[in-house]
Nanobody, 115 residues
Framework: QVQLVESGGGLVQPGGSLRLSCVAS????????MGWYRQAPGSQRELVAR???????NYADSVKGRFTISRDNAKNTVYLQMNNLKSEDTAVYYC?????????WGQGTQVTVSS
């Protein structure tokens, strides 16, 4: 029953940066593992980064060293800081919340990296 709303996407040049935000409501945020996924046209949705309620975050190899996932439990928000963006990062980015039998998704936000 958690609801997720992503924001922060847009058009950026290669090498630029964006910060995505995902605000959760209707749940106790700190209990959820949170993740960012992305889906490019004609491709399957793939994991970008995941941050559990307890433990280490993990990242797709393609974004390690460039992207950072973080969360602010007081604001019910998870972030994805994206630096040194590349054209292959172009996709719709989705926020995910997982706890027990609950598996929720946001509507997605478009990120386009182009000169």
């Amino acid at each position: 029953q958690v609801q997720l709303v992503e924001s922060g996407g847009g058009l950026v040049q290669p090498g630029g940066s964006l910060r995505l935000s995902c605000v959760a409501s209707g749940a106790i945020f700190s209990m959820y593992a949170m993740g960012w996924y992305r889906q490019a046209p004609g491709s399957q949705r793939e994991l970008v980064a995941r941050i559990p309620s307890i433990g280490r975050s993990n990242y797709a190899d393609s974004v390690k060293g460039r992207f950072t996932i973080s969360r602010d439990n007081a604001k019910n928000t998870v972030y994805l800081q994206m630096n040194n963006l590349k054209s292959e990062d172009t996709a719709v980015y989705y926020c995910n919340a997982l706890y027990g039998r609950s598996d929720a998704w946001g509507q997605g936000t478009q990120v386009t990296v182009s000169s």
